[in-house]
């Protein structure tokens, strides 16, 4: 069982800047990003495959949100710049143990651990 620790959250204003961090307790192939806001489905933000570093970004955060990661703390980043109100959301992070492809998967289902997730509001 692998527990996510998520923090970074926050109240930021527009074209502001946060960091997440998701510190997990073992071993993982995939670590990722979802958020949620209210009304609306999860939606995959960003992920990261431990082996060989490879990165997959949803369109709408891509040139202003950047993952990355620590291998041998098990933790990930991720650094949001120009936030949006669009992107208003709890951000969750979630971890996967199984290999599945060399491609970050963007699909929930394939990432069986969830931390509790982080607020963040992006305001004017």
């Known amino acids: 069982q692998v527990q996510l620790v998520e923090s970074g959250g926050g109240l930021v204003q527009i074209g502001g800047s946060l960091r997440l961090s998701c510190a997990a307790s073992?071993?993982?192939?995939?670590m990722g990003w979802f958020r949620q806001a209210p009304g609306n489905e999860r939606e995959f933000v960003a992920g990261i495959s431990w082996s060989g570093g490879s990165t997959n970004y949803a369109d709408s955060v891509k040139g202003r949100f950047t993952i990355s990661g620590d291998n041998a703390k098990n933790t990930m980043y991720l650094q949001m710049n120009s936030l949006k109100p669009e992107d208003t959301a709890t951000y969750y992070c979630?971890?996967?143990?199984?290999?599945?492809?060399?491609?970050?998967?963007?699909?929930?289902?394939?990432?069986?651990?969830w931390g509790q997730g982080t607020q963040v509001t992006v305001s004017s």
């Open positions: 073992g071993r993982t192939y995939y």
């Open positions: 979630a971890a996967s143990s199984r290999w599945v492809t060399s491609v970050v998967p963007t699909e929930a289902k394939f990432y069986e651990y």
